[in-house]
Nanobody
Framework: QVQLVESGGGLVQAGGSLRLSCAAS????????MEWYRQAPGKQRDLVAA???????NYADSVKGRFTISRDNAKNMVYLQMNSLKPEDTAVYYC?????????????WGQGTQVTVSS
């Protein structure tokens, strides 16, 4: 099992910045990708950014150029630096980790952290 705990959310004005952190614990060996998702009220949960164990990143079009995902494998941490925040970035942000065992993908989720961007 892998436990994920997010932190760093809060209230910020439009144009501001926040840095989210996700701490992984438990059976963290062989974690492959780590990702940030977000879910606004009444909407589906969407992928924001992803990073592989080797550091390859991928971003949703809506956050490209504004958000940066990074990972510290030694500390079992993943971060999301969010700059130039917009009101539409308001959502609960979730950390997700995946592990591969053969053809089976195991996924683990954190409890989420609220990000609110005021206009």
């Amino acid at each position: 099992q892998v436990q994920l705990v997010e932190s760093g959310g809060g209230l910020v004005q439009a144009g501001g910045s926040l840095r989210l952190s996700c701490a992984a614990s438990g059976s963290t060996f062989s974690i492959s990708a780590m990702e940030w998702y977000r879910q606004a009220p009444g909407k589906q949960r969407d992928l924001v950014a992803a990073i592989t164990g080797g550091g390859i990143t991928n971003y949703a079009d809506s956050v490209k150029g504004r958000f940066t995902i990074s990972r510290d494998n030694a500390k079992n941490m993943v971060y999301l630096q969010m700059n130039s925040l917009k009101p539409e970035d308001t959502a609960v942000y979730y950390c997700r980790a995946t592990k591969l065992r053969g053809n089976i993908v195991y996924e683990y989720w954190g409890q989420g952290t609220q990000v609110t961007v005021s206009s």
